[in-house]
């Protein structure tokens, strides 16, 4: 088994909750199939698909996003009716958004920007949404790489008209993380072409690192492979923690890479978390540019003020002297393969 997966390899704070995972099956397992009346020939407004490295700062991002009040995006609510979004935003409406004398206590709390390894709070932080991708991507232990013929399996067209019920209960288009699918790019143009894929990059060493400490946080073992794993997996396997975090980095930015270089450019916004965090405005203002050349209609004049300030980026070091010269050497040495 796949150590990601393995709740026994996890810290207590990461280790998954049984009775719950058991009772979100059956509930699924129930909802799945109803049918929702989702209008497929509607038209249709971009949707935002972050992509990048692991812990490259993609989580910020989509908070950010989502905070802006331009996007839906799948909350943590939603995304326990991850095979039927559907459902899941019309039970967030019922319970959240719809109530207005708050007869059911469920106060509606404003978004913040904290999360742990991806994981936000409260009802309404954005969530991840892996478990409806992985309803329809079937991964194996050893990568995110799918063949031509698994992907011939998979129904593309059930999995973008299901995320269509987002716009269309809201009116508000869709953000959320593509990551999943880093390595299928282009598959993922070929499903809809209103897909607007924004590559976050990070400082190679300090992405790595943050990968290094993941390790540490969600395994309490720096040996053990956090997230995802890209093609060249088997030759990263067997070499050391900090060859295998400066190898996904790479390896996963490169695959990003060379997807993005087979759609057009206006499909595509790349954006260096750093530039991100030291002026969001400037990024908003490249994003509403694209989306609205791609057919969409988002203005950013009602955006709060407050999310147009630059944010901090921790940048600290956390490694010894040794660690980051051994590090700075497998970017150099990996970056050249």
């Known amino acids: ?26 509930l699924n397992e129930l909802i799945d199939g109803i049918e929702c009346p989702i209008d497929t020939n509607e038209s249709q407004s971009p949707i935002i698909l972050i992509m990048g490295c692991p812990r490259s700062g993609s989580t910020l991002l989509l908070q950010w996003l989502a905070a802006s009040g331009l996007f839906s995006y799948p909350s ?35 978004l913040d920007f904290s999360s742990s390894l991806g994981k936000t709070y409260g009802a309404l932080g954005p969530s991840e949404y892996w478990y409806y991708w992985r309803t329809f991507f079937k991964f194996e232990n050893d990568s995110q790489i799918l063949s031509q013929n698994q992907l011939a399996k998979v129904d593309g067209k059930k999995f973008i008209d299901q995320l269509l019920a987002f716009e269309q209960l809201t009116n508000k288009p869709l953000a959320l993380k593509g990551m999943l699918l880093n390595w299928h790019i282009p598959y993922l143009y070929s499903l809809n072409q209103k897909f607007i894929f924004i590559n976050v990059n990070r400082d190679p060493l300090l992405n790595a690192q943050s990968l290094l400490m993941a390790r540490e946080k969600f395994f309490g073992d720096r040996n053990k492979w956090y997230s995802f794993k890209p093609s060249e997996y088997k030759e990263l396997k067997d070499e050391s923690p900090i060859t295998q975090v400066v190898g996904q980095v790479i390896y996963t930015r490169k695959a990003v890479s060379e997807g993005l270089s087979q759609i057009p450019m206006e499909n595509i916004i790349n954006i260096e978390y750093t530039d991100f965090c030291s002026n969001p405005k400037k990024f908003l203002d490249a994003l509403v540019y694209k989306f609205n050349k791609l057919g969409g ?40 393969n």
């Open 76 to 110: 943590n609510l939603i995304a326990r009716f991850y095979k039927n979004p559907y459902l899941g935003i019309r039970t967030q409406q019922a319970l959240l958004e719809f109530d207005p004398l708050n007869q059911l206590g469920f106060k509606e709390t404003k």
């Open 297 to 336: 209609n988002i203005e950013s004049k009602n955006v709060d003020q407050d999310l147009l300030k630059p944010f901090d980026e921790r940048k600290d070091i956390k490694l010894s002297d040794s660690e980051v010269k051994f590090l700075r050497e497998e970017l150099i040495r990996l970056s050249n």
């Open 1 to 26: 088994m796949d150590e990601m997966y393995d709740n026994s390899k996890r810290t207590s704070f990461f280790k998954k909750d049984v009775s719950l995972e058991t009772a979100l099956s059956d």
